[in-house]
Each structure stands twice: as structure tokens, then as C-alpha cells.
């Protein structure tokens, strides 16, 4: 029996009308994952703003946008992913294929782009720790130097002799940062062993005294001089121990204009400062005395 005209009306209005009603299902996904991801980046920012409104130096501040764009770029990820499977169950397309897919494709990108993700999942807590900022002096394993950049990718060093490491994130297993908070110039100073030590010390702290007075490094130093004493007795000479509180990144002049006038006042007061040598015995008996070996060089005159 063939079909009247209505009966096929109706067969393609009740089509159109699932069509429509698919359509419309689509939009409203589609405009809701906008508005969602609209409204989760301006929350973001927001929340952004008002921690970066905390701090006083310009680095945290690029380091809360830092973070925050981060944040950002991953609320929108997930949302467009999910938006997607919705939209395509939708349409009718079955998500389980394309899941089993994009696994087995991220498990193949996850091997060979491993250590990428590892420098951004090791920068993005380096960033949130705070554990590096820029202008800190920091050794990262075989790398010391200036911090002049912090990212998600690479930490970027610059060395004393002006030379540039870039070190990614993924190979930083320790942070060594030595100019958090304060700083000590540790100073080894070597006398020679006929020297009182005693004497010495009190020398020591007279020098630390007058560094410590000078308009110009007073307030490099937090801190009066601090000798721990006797440290060890080397080949040629007896180490004495001491150190200076320092502000943050001031420890290397601290010790440098120590270290000289410590070399004046040695030199004022007769206090050798020795260098390595070698004295040789004339080897007597166990109960004798071994004086050193009196040596003589003698010149052959001239014919």
C-alpha cells in the first residue's frame, strides 16, 4: 500500500524535527563550554590579581601570572575536551573508538616527549615553591651563576666569566640558592705553627671590628665576626675558622676586603702567613733530638 502525501510529511518533519532538536543540543554545548570557560579564566585572573596584589618585588608578581596562565591554558583544555566528547555523542559518533586512540597516541607522544613534560611539571613546582627567582645566585648540580630567567621550560644561568647555561627544569635535581634571606662569608685563614693562636684570634676580631665600622660595609654585615676556632691543622700551616653574616649576594665582598685587610694587619703585627715547604731531619736515635738539617749553599768562584 503505497504511502499517502501526509503520511510522508510527517516522516520527514518527525526527521527534521530530531535534527533540530540534535542541533540545538549541539549549540547549547557548545555556547556553555564558552560561557564556563569565559567565566573559569576570569575567576582565574581575578584570583591571580588579587595574590600578585600581595607582593612587593616585580619577580613574584611575574611569577603568580606565570602561574596563572598556566592554570588558565589547562581550564581550558579540559573543558574543550569534554565539550568535544559531548558534542560528537551527540551527533551520534561513538567516543570509546577515539578515546582508545588518543590513549594509545598520548602513550606514544608521553615516551618520546617524556622529558618535555618532566621540565614543565618540574618548572611549574620550581614556579609554585618559589624556589628560584630571578636575580638569585643558585647552583643547579654542575651550574652555578645569576638567575636572569625562570620558565616552565629552562632555568637561564649566567657564570661569573659572563658565560650563558640554559638548564632544563627536568635535570635540576637539587637547588642550592645562595642568596635567600642571608648570607655567611666563610674565611679559612692559615698561620704558621710557631704562631699563638690566641693572638692571632684577637687579631681576627679587631680586623672583623673594623670592617664592620666602615661606613660602606655596614650594612653588607648583619652580624659581628664569628671564629669558631682551630679548624684543622694542615701540612704547612694551622687553619683557623671564621665567619661573617652577610645581606644576600654581599658575602663575596665581604670576604674579599676581609681577607685584605686581614693581610695588612698580619703584616703589622709580624704574623707569618705561611707558604708550603719542607723541612727536612737529620735522622738521629729515637731518644735524641732531630734538629733540622742545616743546609749551606756554597758558590764555586769565578776563574
Same mark, same amino acid.
Given at each position: 500500500m503505497k504511502e499517502s502525501f501526509w503520511d510522508i510529511a510527517l516522516q520527514l518533519w518527525a526527521s527534521m524535527g530530531g535534527a533540530a532538536t540534535t542541533a540545538l543540543r549541539v549549540v547549547v554545548i557548545v555556547v556553555a563550554a564558552w560561557v564556563l570557560i569565559a567565566v573559569l579564566q576570569r575567576a582565574i585572573?581575578?584570583?591571580?590579581?588579587?595574590? /600578585? =596584589?600581595?607582593?612587593?618585588?616585580?619577580?613574584s608578581v611575574k611569577r603568580a601570572e606565570t602561574l596563572g596562565r598556566v592554570v588558565r591554558y589547562v581550564a581550558a583544555v579540559v573543558v574543550t575536551l569534554v /565539550? =568535544?566528547?559531548?558534542?560528537?555523542a551527540e551527533i551520534g559518533i561513538s567516543v570509546t573508538?577515539?578515546?582508545?586512540?588518543?590513549?594509545?597516541?598520548?602513550l606514544a607522544v608521553g615516551f618520546g616527549a617524556q622529558s618535555l613534560v618532566?621540565?614543565?611539571f618540574t618548572g611549574f613546582f620550581i614556579l609554585l615553591e618559589n624556589q628560584i627567582r630571578v636575580g638569585d645566585v643558585v647552583k643547579l648540580g654542575a651550574h652555578a651563576g645569576l638567575v636572569e630567567m625562570v620558565t616552565l621550560r629552562h632555568v637561564q644561568l649566567r657564570d661569573y666569566d659572563g658565560n650563558v647555561h640554559f638548564v632544563p627544569n627536568g635535570e635540576i635535581s637539587t637547588v642550592v640558592n645562595m642568596s635567600r634571606g642571608y648570607a655567611q662569608a666563610v674565611m679559612d685563614v692559615g698561620v704558621a705553627y710557631r704562631e699563638n693562636t690566641d693572638a692571632v684570634v684577637k687579631v681576627m676580631r679587631e680586623a672583623g671590628a673594623e670592617l664592620r665600622a666602615d661606613p660602606a660595609f655596614a650594612l653588607r654585615i648583619l652580624g659581628d665576626l664569628d671564629v669558631a676556632g682551630v679548624d684543622r691543622w694542615d701540612d704547612?700551616?694551622?687553619?683557623?675558622?671564621?665567619?661573617?653574616?652577610?645581606?644576600?649576594l654581599e658575602q663575596w665582598s665581604v670576604r674579599r676586603e676581609?681577607?685584605?685587610?686581614?693581610?695588612?694587619?698580619?703584616?703589622?703585627?709580624g704574623i707569618e702567613i705561611p707558604y708550603p715547604h719542607v723541612t727536612v731531619y737529620a735522622g738521629e736515635g729515637k731518644q735524641g733530638q732531630a734538629p733540622a738539617l742545616p743546609l749551606r749553599l756554597l758558590r764555586k768562584a769565578a776563574d
Amino acid at each position: 500500500m503505497k504511502e499517502s502525501f501526509w503520511d510522508i510529511a510527517l516522516q520527514l518533519w518527525a526527521s527534521m524535527g530530531g535534527a533540530a532538536t540534535t542541533a540545538l543540543r549541539v549549540v547549547v554545548i557548545v555556547v556553555a563550554a564558552w560561557v564556563l570557560i569565559a567565566v573559569l579564566q576570569r575567576a582565574i585572573r581575578a584570583f591571580r590579581v588579587r595574590i /600578585a =596584589g600581595r607582593f612587593d618585588d616585580r619577580e613574584s608578581v611575574k611569577r603568580a601570572e606565570t602561574l596563572g596562565r598556566v592554570v588558565r591554558y589547562v581550564a581550558a583544555v579540559v573543558v574543550t575536551l569534554v /565539550a =568535544g566528547m559531548l558534542v560528537l555523542a551527540e551527533i551520534g559518533i561513538s567516543v570509546t573508538p577515539i578515546l582508545g586512540a588518543a590513549g594509545v597516541v598520548g602513550l606514544a607522544v608521553g615516551f618520546g616527549a617524556q622529558s618535555l613534560v618532566k621540565d614543565y611539571f618540574t618548572g611549574f613546582f620550581i614556579l609554585l615553591e618559589n624556589q628560584i627567582r630571578v636575580g638569585d645566585v643558585v647552583k643547579l648540580g654542575a651550574h652555578a651563576g645569576l638567575v636572569e630567567m625562570v620558565t616552565l621550560r629552562h632555568v637561564q644561568l649566567r657564570d661569573y666569566d659572563g658565560n650563558v647555561h640554559f638548564v632544563p627544569n627536568g635535570e635540576i635535581s637539587t637547588v642550592v640558592n645562595m642568596s635567600r634571606g642571608y648570607a655567611q662569608a666563610v674565611m679559612d685563614v692559615g698561620v704558621a705553627y710557631r704562631e699563638n693562636t690566641d693572638a692571632v684570634v684577637k687579631v681576627m676580631r679587631e680586623a672583623g671590628a673594623e670592617l664592620r665600622a666602615d661606613p660602606a660595609f655596614a650594612l653588607r654585615i648583619l652580624g659581628d665576626l664569628d671564629v669558631a676556632g682551630v679548624d684543622r691543622w694542615d701540612d704547612s700551616a694551622v687553619i683557623i675558622r671564621c665567619r661573617f653574616k652577610c645581606a644576600p649576594l654581599e658575602q663575596w665582598s665581604v670576604r674579599r676586603e676581609y681577607l685584605r685587610r686581614l693581610k695588612m694587619a698580619f703584616d703589622a703585627q709580624g704574623i707569618e702567613i705561611p707558604y708550603p715547604h719542607v723541612t727536612v731531619y737529620a735522622g738521629e736515635g729515637k731518644q735524641g733530638q732531630a734538629p733540622a738539617l742545616p743546609l749551606r749553599l756554597l758558590r764555586k768562584a769565578a776563574d
